[in-house]
T-cell receptor, first 113, second 117 residues
Framework: GNSVTQMEGPVTLSEEAFLTINCTYT??????LFWYVQYPGEGLQLLLK?????DKGSNKGFEATYRKETTSFHLEKGSVQVSDSAVYFC????????????FGTGTRLKVLA | GAGVSQSPRYKVAKRGQDVALRCDPI?????LFWYQQALGQGPEFLTY????????KSGLPSDRFFAERPEGSVSTLKIQRTQQEDSAVYLC???????????????FGPGTRLTVL
């Protein structure tokens, strides 16, 4: 079956620290992978995506590389800001039947000034 | 419109009441999805529409849940005889493609937070 596992939060960092949020997946076939971000009081926003092995998605200083050999899609940012405080969700797009998203449980990030 | 909109943003219902949640997808988007997000969890798939056709309702948790999209644009998720376990955020998402594929992106609305007392 399809599943996504994210590191548990909350993650608390100081401003300008390096961020890694781990995400691994189990899937039948060859899924696309996504990171969505949910700011307080707002809906899910697409942060970045990758559709094939070794693709690197990037946006707003965040990066994630699709690693087929380790079934991972870890999110990284070199220098976080207070405004990055949010909940981050890793997701995969299923490859059979209805194309729907399977989400991880989310990782809350809190950045302190 | 500029994005997916949902209404109401917050809904409080007494147990046993019926509720209706509305989703306005991005104009021109063919595919529409509903997800349920319990507190502290990731969203879980409920149902999928392609235009007005409901092609997948495998995620609906019980026959108290019903969704429709009669004209292929606005969609309504209805929950009959609400129970406390129905308390969650209900998210709507839309995507452009007629035949969704692995490269498609779903765009999410802000959600409706349902609290059943």
């Amino acid at each position: 079956g399809n599943s996504v596992t994210q590191m548990e939060g909350p993650v608390t960092l100081s401003e300008e620290a390096f961020l890694t949020i781990n995400c691994t997946y189990t899937a039948t076939g060859y899924p696309s992978l996504f990171w969505y971000v949910q700011y307080p009081g707002e809906g899910l926003q697409l942060l970045l995506k990758a559709t094939k092995a070794d693709d690197k998605g990037s946006n707003k200083g965040f990066e994630a590389t699709y690693r087929k050999e380790t079934t991972s899609f870890h999110l990284e940012k070199g220098s976080v800001q207070v405004s990055d405080s949010a909940v981050y969700f890793c997701a995969l797009g299923t490859t059979s039947g209805t194309y729907k998203y399977i989400f991880g449980t989310g990782t809350r990030l809190k950045v302190l000034a | 419109g500029a994005g997916v909109s949902q209404s109401p943003r917050y809904k409080v219902a007494k147990r046993g009441q019926d509720v209706a949640l509305r989703c306005d997808p991005i104009s021109g988007h063919v595919s529409l999805f509903w997800y349920q997000q319990a507190l502290g969890q990731g969203p879980e798939f409920l149902t999928y529409f392609q235009n007005e056709a409901q092609l997948d309702k495998s995620g609906l948790p019980s026959d108290r849940f019903f969704a429709e999209r009669p004209e292929g644009s606005v969609s309504t998720l209805k929950i009959q005889r609400t129970q406390q376990e129905d308390s969650a955020v209900y998210l709507c998402a839309s995507s452009l493609a007629l035949r969704v594929s692995r490269t498609d992106t779903q765009y999410f609305g802000p959600g409706t937070r349902l609290t059943v007392l």
